[in-house]
């Protein structure tokens, strides 16, 4: 196969899975009344927990004998329908997403015996056991019937806590009650009233959808409290410590030697890497806290909430929870890399002082190396004029000694007036030998250095 044609293929397979809609067959299973119960759980290891997340969705299908030919598997969704003789259903759905992943559970009794009460889902012999992949986010208990919402006083005496919330949503038929209080089992409780009649059953699923998004993402934003919490101290700590070892640096660093730079220069680099190590773990946990944001604000718009009587709005609670968590979340984290930078301009002013005195010592030692060489310089010509005199000298010597043995043979009449003579030509030849031997010297020198030079090339 050409690499265009499987390119092709490629764009096509990508094109289909991304205008797939796995959720839809669910839709033909649904119906009122039903009880959903919704488990999301956020993975601290994504990339191995999620494939195991879908072995465990695997394993409950196995366990709860759901058949194949109502089974759909996928890499980060799927779902299961069983049905028992005398009409119960019971759906699984499993979806795995960037850092968590949930499961729905939905009982669907048989029509005309549909009585549906918040607990454990009424199917015949079942039970979930799963070990989480991750820590618990949110657990709903989410029960849909036709009609309308049951009276408040009857809701008030049905969920926990002190104030119940309420709205329309998607349409003036559609009503929502949740007083956002964990029941004994850690399940917020939610009522949902279809209006008296249903015609899109799938709809059902869009309404449980949007439910328990806004719970999960509000749920992801608050979880990170704690360590924001415990990291806006610790932040605090560094920028006192920070400011403080800037005066101090600032004010002494003109007259601050190379050990107390030094000394400097260690303590800010300490520092420093506790900043980028929290700075590190900071931007892993809250760096998504913006589009869980959005989420959670986009869901509110698309479900339509309209108020009703006598009830708070469902926005009002979760956008109290959740306003300003997302900023103050990114705040820090500028406020973080404020402080790493500051920790890092101040490090590059000391290693810019402790280079410019380095450079003065060097300077020096030029300044020293230069008068050494200078002295050398004039020591040596006056070894060289010393030379020449000695050589002289001897060569003097060595003449008069030949002289003499002139004299003795008669060759030669006035000993003194010869060796006279010879001193000139004993300076010359002392000087014409100093100046070849330094010659010499110098070109066997230049010879060497550019055969070492050579050899290293080849090397």
Known sequence: ????????????????????????????????????????????????????????????????????????????????????????????????????????????????????????????????????????????????????????????????????????????????????????????????????????????????????????????????????????????????????????????????NSETLQRWLNSLTRDLLKTNRMAGTLHFELSASIPYDKIVHTTLMSIAEHPMDSYRPISDYVLGGITGVAEGYQQLLRRIDTLRGGFEGIIAIIRTRIDLILESQNLSLLQSVDKTTKSQVILQHTVEGLSVIVIAYYLAGLAGYVFKGFAELGWLKNVNLASAIFVPIAIGLAFSITTFSKKYLHKKLEGEQPATKGDKQEE
């Open 1 to 256: 196969m050409h690499q265009s044609d499987m390119s092709g293929s490629e764009t096509e397979s990508f094109l289909r899975r991304l205008h797939e809609r796995p959720h839809q067959p669910i839709g033909k299973w649904l119906r009122t009344p039903a009880h959903v119960h919704y488990e999301a759980f956020r993975m601290s290891d994504p990339p191995t927990q999620r494939p195991a997340s879908r072995s465990e969705f695997q394993s409950l299908l196995g366990r709860l004998k759901i058949p194949a030919e109502t089974t759909d598997l996928r890499e980060n969704f799927g779902y299961g329908v069983k049905e028992s003789q005398n009409g119960d259903r019971l759906i699984l759905i499993w979806q795995a997403h960037t850092e968590y992943y949930n499961y729905q559970l939905w009982h669907v009794p048989p029509q005309g015996n549909g009585a549906v009460t918040f607990g454990p889902l009424g199917f015949p012999d079942y039970t979930f056991l799963v070990e989480p992949l991750g820590s618990m986010v949110c657990r709903l208990d989410i029960l849909l019937t036709s009609g309308m919402l049951p009276a408040r006083s009857e809701l008030r005496g049905l969920m926990p806590g002190h104030v119940l919330y309420g709205s329309r949503i998607f349409n003036e038929q559609t009503c929502v009650a949740t007083s956002f209080t964990p029941d004994n089992q850690g399940r917020e409780r939610y009522w949902v009233g279809v209006g008296p009649s249903q015609g899109d059953p799938s709809r059902l699923k869009d309404i449980v959808d949007a439910i328990v998004r806004i719970e999960t993402y509000y749920h992801l934003l608050l979880m990170q409290k704690p360590l924001f919490s415990a990291a806006i101290d610790q932040v605090h700590k560094f920028e006192q410590v920070h400011l403080k070892q800037r005066e101090i640096i600032t004010s002494h660093i003109s007259h601050a």
